[in-house]
């Protein structure tokens, strides 16, 4: 069980490639935003955002993510260099469960701290949709690098403001005590651990500096 956008951007692309390695592994995935009991649905492994919801789960740290600023190229060469002057209608956001106000961004630099609230004219619950409008210039996104790598890699988004502090979120690797000793979840934990690495390399990832 993964977190729906965390599945679209990472694990889904890679299972392909699992499969091939262990053919005899039978691997079934749900991708879903809202945590299920992982030891009562019978759930081997499980990947959880910041938190983990039962003391009868052994949680593995598998990935620190940090928010980045992201638009597509030709918006980046429209904004100011300071993000203090970003228009907040030029912000597009997301927003957190059961509420209709996006999150704020919040950024720092030294001694100084900024809260950007987003004021643009689209705003989503997922990250997905969020990409894809930035992708297509209806404004600046705040997202999870591990979210935006992909486009930020194949340069139809480019990251701004990299030089700004933004906050973190750690995934962590979770499954239930007893399963911790099987062979097919000591093959898939080590599968995951090398797809998250993999966001870790340095890569040509667009950076844009704006003036």
Same mark, same amino acid.
Request: glycine residues 6%; hydrophobic residues 40%.
């Given at each position: 069980?993964?977190?729906?956008?965390?599945?679209?951007?990472?694990?889904?692309?890679?299972?392909?490639?699992?499969?091939?390695?262990?053919?005899?592994?039978?691997?079934?995935?749900?991708? *879903?935003?809202?945590?299920?009991?992982?030891?009562?649905?019978?759930? =081997?492994? #499980?990947?959880?955002?910041?938190?983990?919801?039962? #003391? &009868?789960?052994?949680?593995?740290?598998?990935?620190?993510?940090?928010? +980045?600023?992201?638009?597509?190229?030709?918006?980046? #060469?429209?904004?100011?260099?300071?993000?203090? &002057?970003? =228009?907040?209608?030029?912000?597009?956001?997301?927003?957190?469960?059961?509420?209709?106000?996006?999150?704020?961004?919040?950024?720092?630099?030294?001694?100084?701290?900024?809260?950007?609230?987003?004021?643009?004219?689209?705003?989503?619950?997922?990250? =997905?949709?969020?990409?894809?409008?930035?992708?297509?210039? #209806?404004? %600046?996104?705040? %997202?999870?690098? +591990?979210?935006?790598?992909?486009?930020?890699? &194949?340069?139809?988004?480019?990251?701004?403001?990299?030089?700004?502090?933004?906050? %973190?979120?750690?995934?962590?690797?979770?499954?239930?005590?007893?399963? +911790?000793? *099987?062979?097919? %979840?000591?093959?898939?934990?080590?599968?995951?651990?090398?797809?998250?690495?993999?966001?870790?390399?340095?890569? &040509?990832?667009? +950076?844009?500096?704006?003036?």
């Amino acid at each position: 069980e993964t977190p729906v956008s965390l599945g679209h951007a990472l694990l889904c692309p890679a299972l392909a490639e699992f499969a091939q390695r262990y053919p005899d592994i039978s691997t079934t995935v749900s991708l *879903s935003n809202q945590p299920h009991h992982i030891i009562e649905r019978g759930i =081997d492994i #499980a990947i959880r955002m910041d938190h983990v919801e039962d #003391a &009868d789960l052994v949680a593995r740290p598998i990935y620190e993510s940090r928010y +980045v600023l992201c638009c597509a190229p030709d918006l980046a #060469a429209q904004l100011p260099p300071h993000p203090a &002057d970003l =228009d907040p209608r030029r912000c597009i956001g997301i927003l957190p469960e059961e509420r209709h106000f996006p999150n704020p961004w919040v950024l720092s630099k030294d001694h100084e701290q900024l809260e950007i609230r987003p004021g643009g004219p689209l705003h989503f619950n997922s990250s =997905d949709a969020l990409l894809i409008a930035a992708q297509r210039g #209806a404004g %600046v996104a705040c %997202v999870l690098d +591990v979210f935006g790598n992909r486009r930020l890699a &194949d340069g139809t988004l480019v990251q701004v403001y990299a030089d700004w502090t933004t906050a %973190v979120k750690t995934f962590y690797l979770v499954m239930p005590k007893s399963r +911790v000793g *099987s062979a097919k %979840v000591k093959a898939f934990t080590e599968f995951l651990f090398g797809v998250f690495d993999s966001q870790r390399r340095p890569s &040509d990832h667009h +950076v844009i500096g704006v003036k």
